[in-house]
């Protein structure tokens, strides 16, 4: 994969990327794909995936358990356990 084709990957937001891996998916399920651009395709779809997994971590570590008082307010924040 380029640099540029990486480049733009890091730019895109979950949704996006999740959606384009998806249509890559799609695409390489039908089998209507020549061998050259399903290998390209592959390629840019693993990157995708990583991209995913990387925000899925990222969003999961910003996770927090909200701890409530006896009046229902907010008092403190918990990590998520795993």
């Not at 399920?29 to 693993?46: H, T, W």
């Amino acid at each position: 994969m380029t640099e540029e084709a990486a480049g733009s990957i890091e730019n895109l937001s979950f949704e996006q990327a999740l959606a384009e891996l998806e249509t890559i998916v799609r695409n390489l399920e039908q089998g209507n794909v020549p061998l050259e651009k399903s290998i390209e395709l592959y390629a840019r779809g693993e990157a995708l995936r990583e991209k995913c997994d990387k925000l899925l971590k990222a969003a999961e570590e910003k996770v927090e358990k909200i701890q409530m008082n006896s009046a229902g307010r907010a008092v403190a924040t918990e990590a998520l356990d795993e």
